[in-house]
């Protein structure tokens, strides 16, 4: 439904969550790069989760003593989309942001995000910017451009980047309802699925947000926990979405989400998996052309699907970035 832009006269209030657990040698980092934003009207919420040692001990204390910033700690860890929803539900402001507590932003992102709200539609309700991922596999540039109704660019595939890259209208939240507790992964984009049959996306097409992949504490590295519960509950959630767009979206977005499972079994070095769900997502929608540089060399197991990814990642990196 159409969101009312904030017109009361001043800046709209930007409530940024931060949820965190035991990541003390990144969190002030990501903090700095929300305190260091170029747009002034921000409250910072940092959501400690059960940390073992308590985040409000560990900060160094120009960041406590920040007018701005709240720390509010949960006595056991609940998870990170539980921890985003207490953010949630204890923000004040009418945008709401999140940053994942080892990510950063460009000092304008805020800025912009802001500007491009005041510039759209009462209809959106998203405002996302591209995204660069640094692993130790390489750097990728994500860089999506899809607008308006964005339902049938999930149903496809698209991705459109993580939390850390998106700035929530608070009407939109109360509309979609709040992230799902239950899913271990694809928090992110579950969420987006029900945002988007609630409002319109709008993209900043500059790369804004930084994050850092493929660590062995992500939630994106738990491949069993995608397999054996963020795959099923998805399907269930969503399928009927696909089905009412249609034959073709309902293959497509089964074709997409074993394609994502397939990618997730490839970074844990589970080939024999990968190799099954390229396979499945082939026989989903064989004329889905994403996983087709995936499926050959899924076939020949770990090395000749490295050589291939190698070669993929010389490419992008050629690719020039903003």
């Keep these: ?51 073992p040692t308590p985040v ?10 920040d007018k701005r910033t709240e720390v509010v700690r949960h006595e056991e860890n609940r998870g990170a989309n539980a921890a985003r929803n207490t953010g949630i539900r204890t923000s004040n402001g009418d945008y709401v942001a999140f940053l994942d507590d080892d990510d950063r932003w460009k000092e304008t992102k805020l800025r912009k995000q802001v500007d491009r709200f005041s510039e759209s539609s009462p209809e ?14 390489g750097t990728t ?29 608070t009407e939109a939240i109360s509309d979609a309802g709040l992230p799902d507790e239950r899913f271990p992964a694809w928090q992110d984009r579950e969420w987006f699925f029900r945002l988007a049959q609630s409002c319109e996306f709008q993209p900043v097409t500059e790369t804004l947000t930084y994050r850092q992949t493929g660590r062995e504490d992500s939630i994106t590295a ?27 979206y309902e293959r497509t977005f089964l074709a997409s989400m074993r394609r994502s499972l397939a990618r997730s079994a490839i970074r844990a ?50 690719v020039p970035s903003k």
């Design 56 to 65: 409000a001990t560990t900060l160094p204390e120009d960041i406590l003593k």
């Design 141 to 169: 540039i994500s860089t999506p451009t899809a607008a308006g109704d964005v339902v049938t660019d999930l149903l496809t595939g698209t991705n459109f980047g993580q939390f850390s890259s998106v700035l929530v209208d």
């Design 222 to 248: 738990n491949f069993e926990q995608k397999r054996d519960i963020a795959y099923p509950l998805f399907i269930e959630k969503h399928g009927g979405l696909a089905a009412e767009h249609g034959k073709y």
């Design 269 to 318: 070095e589970r080939y024999g998996e990968a190799r099954k769900y390229f396979l499945l997502a082939f026989f989903a929608n064989p004329l889905y052309r994403p996983v087709h540089p995936h499926l050959l060399p899924s076939l020949g197991g770990e090395r000749t699907y490295e050589m291939a990814a190698s070669l993929r990642r010389k490419l992008t990196e050629t």
């Design 124 to 137: 959106t309700g998203v405002i996302y910017t591209w995204v660069k991922r640094e692993s130790a596999a």
């Design 1 to 51: 439904m159409p969101v009312e832009r904030h017109t009361n006269g001043e800046n709209p209030l930007v409530s940024v969550v931060i949820p965190t657990y035991g990541r003390d040698e990144h969190l002030p980092a990501a903090i700095n790069s929300v305190l260091n934003q170029q747009y002034e009207r921000i409250e910072l919420l940092v959501i400690d989760d059960g940390s």
